[in-house]
């Protein structure tokens, strides 16, 4: 399995649930106004996690990805994926795990709440690798990403949404959130390629990826 990340809360996933078969999924296309710009790409599956907006990015896109927008259960050339409603005051959000070459992955979108309920928990399950905001704005932040993280328990944390160059919205730094962890420093990563027995066990590891 191959992440990329894009910037901001843009991943994609390269995974290969039959042999000789290769599935592309994009979480979240950058919108145009994030003063980022994402490559053109092969997608199979696209997952929006905004239901007010679902970023119709897809039409960009000439191979004609499936789109999924809202919470449900949903099998798509091979994978599994959930999607889980989560209703805040002034917005809607779909949190997404979904399962590629046997690792769980939940994307937790511009969630802001500080804490899951036991049944979005229970939905979620154990996690592989989550996907989390850690730089504020309308989604956590370093501290609110941490107990979120506490609560789930993943094997592998991939920060997203912090400041990086040409990223027009305001938000904290990466380096709060690896103080939050308690990490003076880590080196970032072009890609990530991992299969499940490679996954950490002992505790919670972070890894940053380059936009």
Not at 170 to 184: A, D, H, S, W
Request: hydrophobic fraction near 35%; aromatic fraction near 4%; include cysteine.
């Amino acid at each position: 399995m191959i992440i990329i990340w894009h910037g901001q809360f843009c991943f994609q996933i390269t995974t290969s649930p039959k042999k000789g078969e290769q599935v592309s999924i994009l979480i979240d296309p950058l919108e145009k106004n994030s003063g980022l710009k994402l490559a053109k790409t092969k997608t199979d599956i696209l997952l929006a996690t905004h239901n007010d907006n679902p970023k119709n990015e897809a039409i960009v896109f000439n191979n004609g990805p499936i789109l999924i927008t809202s919470p449900g259960e949903y099998e798509a050339k091979g994978v599994f994926v959930q999607g889980i409603s989560v209703v805040e005051k002034k917005k809607k959000t779909t949190i997404y795990t979904l399962t590629a070459g046997g690792i769980r992955i939940c994307h937790l979108g511009d969630l802001a709440l500080e804490e899951l309920s036991p049944e979005q928990m229970d939905k979620i399950g154990e996690v592989d690798i989550l996907m989390v905001s850690v730089g504020g704005g309308d989604a956590l932040d370093s501290k609110q990403a941490g107990k979120i993280i506490k609560q789930i328990e993943p094997r592998l944390v991939i920060p997203m949404n912090y400041r990086i160059p040409g990223l027009k919205e305001k938000v904290e730094n990466l380096q709060q959130f690896l103080n939050v962890m308690g990490l003076e420093s880590i080196e970032s990563q072009n890609k990530l390629s991992i299969k499940k027995g490679d996954l950490p066990t002992e505790k919670t590891t972070v890894m940053v990826i380059k936009p």
